[in-house]
């Protein structure tokens, strides 16, 4: 097929300084919690975005020098030459591909926990070290900052080195240089504190130095947070955000722009942030340089993409979700397949893997960080190995994705769903407020086995023990899900108890009938009790969430949401009972006491939901033990209840594996060697 016209812009080459990035598809720097451990793996992971058409990829955060030290999440270092041999893997593999190598040169300041090198911590002031108490940052001398001048050289020397094209200047998301930018942080009274010119010293000598270092060959990027989203104190895009960019507009090569202070303000959720949310703060940047700006904001569609570059918003199309829900985007606008672009879903699934310092996973692509230690290729898959028929029953995400991958392995497949409509557990969790957009795990998948002739799927179709057996396929697979809970036990609750008057997410989808006041029972600490709390509340009902946790929602600290769905809960007017255990209900009421004191408390209640664990609905299985079959295989919550993402990777693996011998092998890991003995 071949590229609409009208997307012909999005693959003009664009120069950045003494280099030239080959279209406007832009990686821009984001986590995959590999770090400086995992070089293999994480040249594999670059690497592939470049084979899927991204011009210029750019590397997680690279720790300059160890008293930037982000233990232990997975940073990169180039701290000394045996760096530079790890980190040319991944340039070497970008490449390949003829896409350009950017590396984010990264100190974190006093947000650099520093647990590996027990370095006390930097900063301009004196403050205590957010994520590494109760240390105090300690606040920089002049010789520690010319120190820390030289270690930005150093390191851009190494980066050179090592084959990048790109070297940032990395002065977002709180890190040091923008802690020295911001008033809330700089208190100092020599000439890197005070007026805002000398506030924004320290960066414009890293530009300076790191032109002057590498800039004769690679371009000099700087990553700005134009609004930290603090309000007339902090950095705002009308005010100090604004100037910053005005006083060194000519100076790097790229401007690389967002909203930040925190991550989670950047790489905000779709529950609370739609497609482009981040443009009124950073649309004005253009309009101060002519260097080539980049942004973000989970951009999918072509369509937007290139209103984003004709109407002068930026240069690039950055990205870093969508990059990873689709390595091949780009290749797909380029071939006229933009029907089959895998949109991220924005929920943060990925985020929670870099904040719980582990591999990164997503909910739409299950193959990303599986490059180098499986060998999963998000295009690319074997051949199918016989001629067997395969019956998956069960149309969520984990049987979608399982059909998908067998059917494009050229296996001969049927899916029988119960429903009418496919989607599973998405059907309801994409009608709670925010998760519209979840709903895409179903669609993609949907549309690309529609395409697939080996592939038939009958719909309406609740099979039976019986019905399977006569079906006559060689290999069934069960994705037929999980239910909610009735017995209380969750979490913290263990031992469960008897609510028989209570009733489950499964029965509040399903229409039951509710009497307030409302308690939602949250003992499972995701989305669903905060959510469905929420959407109660906004149908008009007197809702309170109660939680053994200290927080509303308290697991979405780890897709940065947490803060938000608390605030948007009290905002709504949601009463939240905190470290309170559910004890016994009645009709009317129930009975609460207080996790630490065990202090009774009762709320009058109508209804009662409880969100707590899952049970696999898994009875196929049992009454299936022997048939004319020669595998019988759950996959997804019908195995093990867990997220949409981990389904979604289990029905991949299924289908990925199958009929390969090596199913049962270690999985591959990366080990340090060579290291001389002490
Ligand atoms: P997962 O997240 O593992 O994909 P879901 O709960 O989202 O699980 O999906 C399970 C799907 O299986 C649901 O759409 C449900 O209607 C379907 N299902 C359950 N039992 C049967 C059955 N006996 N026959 C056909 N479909 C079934
Ligand atoms: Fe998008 Fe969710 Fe994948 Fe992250 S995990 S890239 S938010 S679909």
New binding site residues.
């Given amino acids: 097929m071949q590229r609409n016209p009208r997307y012909n812009i999005l693959f003009e080459p664009v120069r950045i300084g003494p280099v030239t990035a080959p279209n406007r598809f832009y990686q821009t720097p984001h986590a995959i919690g590999m770090g400086y451990m995992k070089p293999q793996s994480s040249a594999a992971l670059r690497g592939v975005k470049a084979e899927g058409g991204w011009g210029v990829v750019c590397t997680e955060y690279c720790s300059i020098h160890p008293s930037s030290d982000d233990s232990p999440h997975g940073f990169l270092t180039l701290w000394d030459e045996d760096d530079v041999k790890s980190l040319a893997l991944t340039a070497d593999a970008i490449h390949a591909h003829g896409s350009l190598a950017a590396i984010e040169l990264w100190h974190g300041g006093s947000h650099s926990s520093n647990r590996m090198t027990r370095t006390p911590s930097l900063a301009p002031s004196t403050r205590p070290a957010k994520y590494h108490l109760p240390v105090t940052a300690r606040a920089m001398d002049k010789q520690d900052i010319a120190a820390f001048k030289s270690w930005q050289r150093e390191a851009a020397l190494r980066a050179k080195r090592a084959g990048f094209d790109i070297v940032y200047v990395y002065g977002g998301h709180d890190y040091l240089p923008f802690q020295f930018l911001s008033r809330r942080s700089n208190d100092r009274s020599d000439e890197y504190g005070g007026s805002l010119e000398n506030r924004v010293r320290l960066l414009k000598e890293m530009l300076e130095d790191t032109k002057d270092a590498v800039g004769d060959t690679c371009a000099v990027a700087l990553r700005l947070a134009v609004d930290e989203l603090h309000g007339p104190n902090g950095i705002t895009s009308e005010g100090e955000g604004r100037e910053t960019v005005a006083l060194l507009a000519e100076l790097p090569d790229l401007w690389d722009v967002n909203v930040a202070g925190s991550l989670g303000n950047d790489s905000k959720s779709s529950r609370f942030s739609p497609e482009g949310f981040q443009e009124s703060y950073v649309s004005f940047v253009k309009g101060l340089t002519s260097k080539p700006v980049v942004s973000v904001g989970r951009f999918t569609s072509p369509d937007t993409m290139v209103s984003q570059i004709k109407r002068g918003i930026q240069d690039f199309i950055g990205a870093a979700r969508p990059s990873i829900a689709d390595p091949f985007l780009p290749t797909k606008i380029n071939e006229g397949r933009e029907d089959e672009i895998r949109e991220c879903i924005g929920c943060n699934i990925c985020r929670a893997a870099n904040n719980e310092a582990v591999h990164l996973r997503c909910t739409q692509n299950p193959t990303i960080a599986e490059e180098w230690r499986r060998g999963w290729h998000p295009i690319h898959i074997a051949p199918k190995h016989t001629s067997s028929k395969i019956l998956v029953?069960?149309?969520?995400?984990?049987?979608?994705e399982a059909t998908l991958a067998l059917g494009q392995r050229g296996y001969d497949v049927t899916l029988?769903?119960?429903?009418n409509t496919l989607?599973?557990?998405?059907l309801n969790e994409s009608t709670l407020p925010g998760l519209g957009n979840w709903i895409r795990v179903r669609d993609y998948r949907e549309h690309m086995i529609s395409k697939l002739p080996n592939v038939e799927i009958y719909r309406g179709?609740?099979?039976?023990a019986g019905d399977i057996k006569d079906f006559g396929a060689n290999h069934i697979v069960l994705?037929?899900?999980?239910m909610w809970r009735r017995d209380g036990v969750g979490v913290v609750h263990e031992e469960g108890g008897d609510f028989l008057n209570a009733i489950t997410p499964d029965d509040y989808f399903k229409g039951a009938n509710i009497k307030g006041p409302v308690v939602v029972y949250d003992d499972e600490h995701y989305f669903m009790g905060g959510a469905l709390a929420e959407k109660l509340r906004m149908q008009g009902h007197d809702v309170t969430l109660v939680t053994p946790m200290a927080t509303a929602s308290s697991w979405t600290v780890m897709t940065d949401e947490q803060f938000f769905v608390q605030k948007r809960l009290m905002d709504l007017g949601v009463k939240l009972v905190l470290s309170h255990h559910l004890v016994a209900h009645t009709s009317n009421d129930v009975r609460l006491t207080c996790v630490y004191t065990g202090r009774e408390m009762i709320l009058a209640s109508g209804t009662l939901i409880l969100v707590t664990g899952r049970i696999p609905?898994d009875n196929?299985a049992n009454t299936l033990q022997y048939g004319n079959f020669e595998s019988l295989t759950r996959?997804?919550?019908?195995l093990a209840p867990s997220s949409?993402a981990d389904?979604v990777y289990?029905?991949h693996e299924y289908a990925r594996e199958f009929g390969n011998d090596k199913t049962n092998a270690p999985l591959r890991r990366e080990r340090p060697i060579g290291e001389p003995a002490l």
């Fill in positions: 029953i069960g149309g969520g995400p984990a049987g979608l029988a769903e119960k429903q989607g599973g557990r998405l179709s609740a099979m039976t994705a037929t899900g999980s609905q196929l996959i997804g919550d019908c949409i389904a289990s029905g």
